[in-house]
């Protein structure tokens, strides 16, 4: 790979993860707890497993650096979907955790300006 790549790549790795730590702030302060972040599941991987209420909610971060990408709702694949099923449903058994109810939440993350502006879109499948 080229210096401008490894650096274009830098950047991306860069902005993703401030995405991610900006929307796991954005849902906590709605009143959604916290129980991990890039939750290693086999081959999958979950961007953030909350609790909201009874429900395990699972956040897929989609971070866009600009408007040309699409937004990140779109950017959720069928094959992500099963990807974060799959991957929810082993965190499940492997944790034992007892639940009624699963949600897949997705957050669209931009920049705009120098800020971030985040889109949080409940409930996507």
Known sequence: MTRAGRKKQ????RLGAAGETAAVGFLKGRGLTLIGTNVRVGRD???AVF???DAV???EVK???TAMMGDGLAAVTGRKMRSLRR???RWLRETGRDCDHVRFD???VRPAGGELTLEWFRGVA
Request: proline letters at 0%; a negative charge.
């Open 51 to 53: 609790l909201d209420g």
């Open 63 to 65: 971070t866009r650096s």
């Open 10 to 13: 830098a950047e991306r790795r």
């Open 57 to 59: 909610v699972v956040v």
């Open 106 to 108: 997705v957050v669209d």
């Open 87 to 89: 991957g929810v449903a």
């Open 45 to 47: 991987e979950l961007d």
